[in-house]
């Protein structure tokens, strides 16, 4: 167990509709990451939160959103679902946002986009 | 920028025998490297890192890696495979700079062990 939660561990919706995934970081992290993974794209970057503030983005593309609230729990808003979208999306945190420090990661959410 | 290049998206030994995983980097800078191993419907579970102390680092499990900084690699190995190291197998590069640090993953070696 790594320490790092997410919500919910499936999730099965249609094209053109917005979820809502939740990940909360293990105690004392204060950077959270999320990533895609699929299986013609490998396990991709999407965008990265510190303290609350966005610091690094990646191919997240303009129909995903996230935020860092003040208790340090992230959300990551997937709006106008297509059927590519379908993957396992985690959730990684680390003590801080630099490059050595290891990031610990999350069980995932499995999202089906039907 | 920064990558990484796994050889072989599938790897098969036979239980006891050596576990060779390749990764390859490409960097710029002095890169940050870790391997993370998936068993099936897990998240990702850090096996061993690398940040420029020693160059051959142990991790859990059993598994050591190298930074060869010549060959530009970073090849993770297991003297004797046990079938619960059946896994998939990721090598990453964490993006230099700053309060940033996202990994830049390869795509992965499926590791099988046969009895």
């Known amino acids: 167990d790594s320490g790092v939660t997410q919500t919910p561990k499936h999730l099965i919706t249609a094209t053109g509709q917005r979820v809502t995934l939740r990940c909360s970081p293990r105690?004392?992290?204060?950077?959270v990451y999320w990533y895609q993974q699929s299986l013609d794209q490998g396990l991709q970057f999407l965008i990265q939160?510190?303290?609350?503030?966005?610091?690094a983005k990646g191919n997240i593309l303009e129909r995903f959103s996230a935020q860092q609230f003040p208790d340090l729990h992230s959300e990551l808003n997937l709006s106008s679902l297509e059927l590519g979208d379908s993957a396992l999306y985690f959730c990684?945190?680390?003590?801080?946002?630099?490059?050595?420090?290891?990031?610990?990661f999350g069980p995932g959410t499995r999202l089906t986009v039907t | 920028a920064q990558s990484v290049t796994q050889l072989g998206s599938h790897v098969s030994v036979s239980e006891g025998a050596l576990v060779l995983l390749r990764c390859n980097y490409s960097?710029?800078?002095?890169?940050?490297l870790f391997w993370y191993v998936q068993y099936p419907n897990q998240g990702l579970q850090l096996l061993l890192k690398?940040?420029?102390?020693?160059?051959l680092v142990k991790g859990i499990n059993g598994f050591e890696a190298e930074f060869k900084k010549s060959e530009t690699s970073f090849h993770l190995t297991k003297p004797s495979a046990h079938m619960s190291d059946a896994a998939e197998y990721f090598c990453?590069?964490?993006?230099?700079?700053?309060?940033?640090?996202?990994?830049?993953f390869g795509k992965g070696t499926k590791l099988s062990v046969k009895p």
């Open positions: 990684a945190s680390s003590v801080a946002g630099g490059s050595p420090y290891e990031q610990y």
């Open positions: 105690s004392g992290d204060l950077s």
């Open positions: 939160y510190y303290n609350g503030e966005e610091r």
């Open positions: 960097s710029s800078v002095p890169p940050y």
């Open positions: 690398y940040t420029s102390a020693a160059t």
């Open positions: 990453a590069v964490s993006v230099y700079g700053g309060s940033q640090g996202n990994l830049i």
